[in-house]
């Protein structure tokens, strides 16, 4: 994937992770677009850091969101691993999977 377009999908994910005006569908893919950990080490440390903060921004409206995308998709159905938390608003929600939100101190 070329530079410019990991620095895309991290600025698309950081305006959805705030935007309840779109469709649940929209959201979806939003969740979709933040499946960049597998890219995280070809991301630049401003890349890093800025899906840091769009991490921490979705899991500041985890419940809206959680909400918001639970229109038209059943979290509990997800099938993806844990580790991906994002798929799995529902859990963030109620508290039974904890995040913590790590960057190398080198990186910040």
């Not at 080490?41 to 921490?56: P, R």
């Not at 959680?66 to 963030?92: A, C, G, R």
């Amino acid at each position: 994937m070329r530079k410019h377009n990991i620095s895309q999908i991290i600025n698309f994910y950081g305006m959805d992770a705030n935007d309840f005006e779109v469709s649940a569908f929209e959201s979806i893919n939003m969740l979709h677009s933040r499946t960049l950990h597998n890219l995280h080490s070809q991301m630049t440390t401003e890349e890093q850091n800025k899906l840091l903060l769009f991490d921490i921004q979705l899991l500041l409206n985890a419940k809206e969101m959680y909400d918001h995308i639970s229109q038209m998709y059943d979290f509990s159905l997800s099938t993806e691993p844990l580790k991906p938390w994002w798929w799995h608003l529902d859990k963030v929600v109620r508290g039974e999977r904890n995040i913590q939100i790590k960057h190398a101190p080198s990186e910040i």
